[in-house]
């Protein structure tokens, strides 16, 4: 069974930085592209991120460009999110998934992934 467990999210300030954290199980994650979403309150999930199996392709949000910076490392098994300059509509929580169909770095959608978690909640707030 394909599990995710997130982790890393809280309460920072505008302008600040959190690094989450994605823990991959039940599949061979170097076989994977993973993705980030995360689903703000009142909206729908979107995709955020995500990486190719090798970690040498990336894909991001144009909202979230040249803040965020995803990595992976398949001897953990664990795929990461570096958050910088976070903003007040980063507010959201944030999952992981496994791309099933290998469209990364094509495209970042809810339909080709799986494998969802719990989630990690992150607020930007002063």
């Known amino acids: 069974q394909v599990q995710f467990v997130e982790s890393g999210g809280g309460l920072v300030q505008p302008g600040g930085s959190l690094r989450l954290s994605c823990a991959g199980s039940g599949f061979t994650l170097h076989d994977y592209s993973i993705g980030w979403f995360r689903r703000a309150p009142g909206k729908e999930r979107e995709g955020v991120s995500c990486v190719s199996n090798s970690g040498s392709m990336t894909y991001y949000a144009d909202s979230v460009k040249g803040r965020f910076t995803i990595s992976r490392d398949n001897a953990k098994n664990m795929v990461y999110l570096q958050m910088n300059s976070l903003k007040p509509e980063d507010t959201a929580v944030y999952y992981c998934?496994?791309?099933?169909?290998?469209?990364?770095?094509?495209?970042?959608?809810?339909?080709?992934?799986?494998?969802w978690g719990q989630g990690t909640q992150v607020t930007v707030s002063s």
């Open positions: 998934a496994r791309d099933r169909w290998h469209v990364c770095p094509g495209r970042v959608r809810v339909v080709d992934y799986d494998g």
